[in-house]
């Protein structure tokens, strides 16, 4: 087994997102759930989007997300993902390298042009999201390359990703490249929809081929079609090597066999929580990578979630490192 | 004369933003003026871009801004500047029709992209831009159309707009048919660096064709070459029949004929300057077109300025409407 040159390879949707401000009318209107992410085809983008109030454009999607966080946090980072070979596409490509990010994927020729997420945000803070998948629906088996993931300590993988068709056989083939290399597997659930979506497919995976489960809440209940938090909580310990789930501001529970840790949430102050769960991973992640103990795992996820919540925008604002090397416990 | 279909006519050069977060380290390497604007060609553009720190992307364009917040505060209001015909260029067309401005302009196919500005914002929260001209310099004489112009109370011109070499006919093509119908014509000067590269054209421009002229203390005392506000401020009273001069935090003063009448600024938690001058233009304008006294005027453009300086962006995130109406003095 050579030396990884990668701490984390992320795999996900590469998205560009347009944030803009709109009243609990606008949502109903256009048939949205607040809170929710949908996706939403072609015609609806074009027809979301011209009814839209002015927006503001930046880099998003989730696994992207924890890929510049923990970027950020010192991590050695690559990210596979699909964009167009068009201005949005350049605008992810530049923003992710940016980041630290390595970005091999090739851009997409003459097909869908880059994804984007319509994000209205309401006066009460919340984000209601309508994805048009684009060029992330071209990912396929062929842009994971076998000799990447062996170099990289982890995979991990957004759950959001198992909504372009061709995304599935590419997650099976990163996992069995990374174990055949003798690493590890991380998924993330994204969110309960997607969840709800995929659920037969996700227990799957997870049962099969998943080292490292990121969840929250609403997320786990949903997989395991559990009522109460704890009792899906059981059921990933006996799926999973390690189970990192998350509960807003009641912190977050790590299951590893018959230990189970319980993190305190980072006091914040909350502006936009969007990409909470993402950086929560970058942190955690960061650290395990790192050889961290578990608990300064935790420690770590939610002093990166804490600060990502603390603005608008899901990518780190501050230098946390400093603060990141002082924990001891 | 026809009834007027607009209040303001504005036109500029139409660029999307990119701000990113750097140290000053940053812009001495890459030889940058701190606080100034700059003219950047492709090279230089596509070199600094991949140097840049992650950015998030907005529209934005000195008329442009003025034209959005005046349509946000109930003006009816026109915008003429050239896109391209390319993804950025759509969300530039998109953000001002949704801001409730009409654009009318075709976009250019088949030649440079659609502008852009690399805004970076140091720590103590200044501004540096640089300015990829892209498609702006496509923007001709042919673009103004007289019937057009013919049907805006005030047509605006952005100082920037001297860049592109074919503006300025473009300039005197649209001061000369607003007068013909009986219009009137509007200047800001921008920004003194810019005064600086096109003084005489300025100049002559001012003392032929300008009815009302914008400008902050730095660019009347560059414009006229005078050491103080006062002098300059004199020869602007000279050369045009309104002057609204702005101040920062010292307010503004408007001269008109032998009448000086000083504004006070609004209080405001300074987060990001940039658009002050063009929310202070937006609110004047707002209220001069539909009316009101000179000094309730001014007063409108303070409280525009307050509130756009306020957070960050050049637009106005709330609506000011009901605080306008109730202006009394």
């Not at 011209?50 to 510049?68: F, I, L, V």
């Not at 509960?247 to 590893?256: K, N, P, Q, T, Y």
Request: charged letters at 20%.
């Amino acid at each position: 087994m050579t030396e990884p040159t990668y701490d984390i390879l992320g795999i996900g949707n590469a998205i560009v997102d347009v944030v803009a401000a709109a009243e609990d009318q606008f949502l109903s209107r256009h048939d949205m759930h607040k809170g929710a992410m949908r996706l939403i085809d072609t015609a609806r983008a074009d027809a979301l989007y011209a009814a839209m109030p002015p927006g503001r454009e930046s880099s998003g999607g989730s696994a992207a997300n924890t890929c510049a966080v923990a970027a950020g946090l010192g991590a050695r980072v690559a990210y596979v993902g699909k964009v167009a070979d068009d201005q949005l596409g350049r605008v992810f490509r530049h923003d992710i390298n940016a980041a630290g990010v390595h970005f091999p994927t090739d851009p997409l020729t003459g097909g869908a042009p880059t994804a984007r997420c319509l994000i209205l945000v309401t006066p009460d803070g919340q984000r209601t999201m309508n994805t048009f998948l684009g060029a992330c629906v071209a990912l396929e088996p062929a842009d994971v390359h076998p000799h990447l993931i062996a170099l990289a300590k982890v995979t991990y993988l957004e759950g959001y990703l198992f909504d372009p068709p061709a995304a599935q056989a590419a997650f099976y083939k990163a996992a069995d490249a990374a174990h055949a290399a003798g690493r590890q597997v991380a998924l993330s659930l994204s969110d309960p929809f997607c969840v709800d979506r995929h659920r037969e497919a996700f227990r799957k995976l997870v049962a099969s081929h998943v080292d490292i489960l990121f969840a929250n809440e609403a997320e786990i209940t949903s997989l395991y079609e559990q009522n109460t938090f704890e009792a899906a909580a059981e059921m990933a310990r006996a799926d999973v090597e390690l189970a990192v789930l998350t509960r807003s501001e009641a912190g977050s529970v790590i299951l590893h066999e018959g230990t189970t840790l319980e993190i305190a949430a980072e006091p914040a102050r909350v502006v936009d929580t969007t990409g909470a769960g993402d950086a929560y991973a970058a942190g955690f992640l960061t650290g395990y990578t790192g050889g961290k103990p578990l608990s300064i795992c935790g420690r770590m996820g939610s002093i990166a979630a804490a600060e990502v919540i603390g603005h608008y925008g899901a990518r780190l604002t501050r230098d946390l490192r400093p603060r990141m090397a002082a924990i001891t416990h």
